[in-house]
């Protein structure tokens, strides 16, 4: 028996973060401050990261792969919508991502923020379905752990 040609997962990723709400509201709201922890790596360059922060509105990003990476000169893009928007409390989007010319998964991501003792306590849930040939749901977890790191180093400063 052949391996599906769409894997279903999803996964859960708590986070939390010594900030308000409205304060780790504002890193998702505001591109400039989204584009510091969620644009781009040590491993890629970004070529575009624009967002239309509305329910209906669209986030694209873009990044290269530099060389020595897994694939050089590679662009990796993620096309979304904003589904939902509750100021200081929720965030749903739509995306897809390729690499290349290949799409290689949508999903639906959604990401709330919890008043807690101390600050904000960020719960997301990422509903994806990965076509054959992605990075697959163990490497997307990862990279959204990846980023939410990145996501502490921009709310400390």
Known sequence: MSEPSVLHNTFVIERLYPK?????????????????WF????GTDVVEFTMD?????????QSRFK???PFPGVILASDGRYQQIIPNRCIVTAAT?????????AALATVELLPAAG???LVCTHQGAFFEGSDGP???EQGWRTLFERLAEELAH
């Open 67 to 69: 060389e020595g990476s």
């Open 39 to 42: 644009a781009g790596s040590s």
């Open 138 to 140: 163990e490497m997307r």
């Open 119 to 121: 600050g904000t306590n």
């Open 20 to 36: 308000p709400p409205e304060t780790v509201f504002a890193a998702f709201s505001d591109p400039d401050k989204k584009r510091r």
């Open 97 to 105: 991502m390729a690499l290349g010319d290949r799409r290689i998964s």
């Open 53 to 61: 922060f509305r329910v209906g509105g669209i986030e694209r990003y």
